[in-house]
């Protein structure tokens, strides 16, 4: 058998449903199976939640613009004299011959039903609305960051575990048609046997062989489960899945320094965390409002009776209110100090991702080139091998080759097969990490 020539490029682009693993099972391809992960993944909701809860917030910060109206109902029953007296009044009924003979010791516990309605408005709150509210809309955004960066980890782990499957159900069919292959030579080991035209030993080392690749197909089958295993978990199923190995097509350009700079503008987790740094920024601020006045606007309407929902006692009260801080014992001023300090970290922060971010871009960067180069290898290694095992098979029927060189031939071919595979399955993920780290994979 004769192997033709490889196509060129990345990726062997052929749709190939694997017998390893097909029967009876749900056929998936790339695209059918990253909407799946993407739908059902729990990580990715719980994030979205988020995003939802911090956009609640920043509604509930932007209430305190808002004036708050509350209704009250209080009930009260004494006979302590002030308490007494202080009810009598409110409830219209403070007369002098009760300030005479019961105010300093009531005959009577006195009850009291207060249905206050109370409206108080800001006006001036120092810029703690106002920072609040744009503290709010940064983590808000920041969360929405966050739960892309989920969505996109999401997508790189499903690249690997889906081709990873792909891989696994490859390898074993390549250890199988490897252990025909060794049986079709054992057979032929054992006739030359029969006819005296080897010793024991050969016919030993061939049955040897037989057993080590009915040792590797096993494993191959071990591995098969894990890596189906795996594509379970984030597909949120127990049903068996034969994945279509298809071209996911994940662009490269030889240039990294478009990377990075996609990195720059692009990644999730360095955009979330300038959210935070201006929520420090907006801490900072707010903390300086502790020095300016706030002043408010307050109004309420009362009824006090001995009775509930009584109309006795009935009134209306507004005014304004205006404070200013003087003095607090430095706790506002450190408290400034302290903000000041959160926010110079931040930005030291940041300045680090920023490092760590350019280093992961480079190592992907490479990675793909590092793949690409050894999958050209790879290719060129099969066909050797292929060609190797043909020529020692025919010299092993001429009587010129022992049976270790062609097992050992038979050998290479399949672990260059298997090394081509892999180098497949390298290139596939070392450019989705790419895309991840640049912060573009979709």
Do not use: C
């Not at 994940?250 to 503008?265: P, Q, S, V």
């Not at 999730?268 to 606007?297: R, W």
């Not at 100090?337 to 490092?355: S, T």
């Amino acid at each position: 058998m004769r192997f033709g020539r490889l196509p060129s490029g990345g990726l062997i682009a052929l749709i190939l449903l694997f017998s390893a693993s097909a029967q009876g099972a749900e056929r998936l391809g790339y695209e059918q199976g990253k909407a799946k992960a993407l739908s059902g993944s729990r990580l990715i909701k719980a994030y979205e939640a988020e995003a939802e809860s911090a956009q609640y917030r920043r509604q509930q910060a932007a209430g305190g613009y808002l004036p708050q109206v509350t209704l009250s109902e209080t009930w009260m029953n004494t006979d302590e004299p002030s308490s007494a007296a202080f009810a009598k009044m409110a409830q219209g009924r403070f007369d002098m011959q009760y300030f005479m003979n019961e105010l300093a010791d009531p005959s009577d516990r006195v009850t009291n039903y207060r249905t206050k309605l109370e409206i108080v408005q800001p006006i001036l709150a120092g810029g703690q609305i106002h920072y609040g509210v744009k503290q709010a809309d940064a983590v808000h955004r920041a969360s929405l960051e966050t739960a892309e960066r989920v969505r996109q980890n999401t997508i790189y782990n499903f690249n690997k575990a889906f081709f990873g499957l792909a891989l696994a159900d490859k390898a074993l069919s390549t250890v199988k048609v490897s252990y025909g292959r060794t049986e079709k030579y054992y057979a032929m080991t054992k006739d030359f046997y029969d006819n005296g035209l080897i010793v024991m030993s050969d016919l030993l080392v061939a049955e040897t062989y037989l057993l080590m690749n009915d040792q590797s197909v096993k494993e191959a089958e071990k591995n098969l489960a894990v890596a189906s295993s795996q594509l379970q978990r984030l597909l949120d199923t127990d049903s068996e899945i034969a994945v279509i190995w298809e071209d996911p097509g994940f662009g490269f350009e030889e240039n990294a320094d478009k990377y990075i700079a996609l990195a720059g503008t692009e990644r999730q987790d360095l955009k979330a965390m300038e959210q935070y740094a201006k929520t420090a920024d907006y801490e900072l601020e707010k903390s300086k409002s502790a020095f300016l006045p706030q002043a408010a606007l307050f109004a309420d309407y009362q009824r006090n009776d001995d009775e509930l929902f009584g109309n006795n006692g009935e009134g209306y009260t507004f005014g304004a209110q205006i404070s200013l801080n003087l003095f607090r014992g430095g706790s506002d001023y450190n408290k400034m100090r302290a903000e000041k300090a959160n926010q110079l970290a931040m930005l030291h922060r940041i300045a680090d991702k920023k490092l760590e971010i350019k280093s992961e871009v480079k190592e992907a960067y490479h990675s793909v080139l590092a793949a690409e180069k050894q999958l050209e290898a790879a290719k060129k290694r099969v066909q050797s091998a292929y060609s190797a095992l043909e020529i020692t098979e025919n010299r092993f029927k001429e009587g010129l080759s022992k049976i270790t060189e062609l097992l050992d031939r038979e050998v290479e071919l399949r672990q260059a097969e298997l090394s081509l595979y892999f180098s497949e399955y390298n290139l596939i993920v070392a450019k989705a990490g790419l895309h991840f780290a640049a912060g573009i994979l979709k």
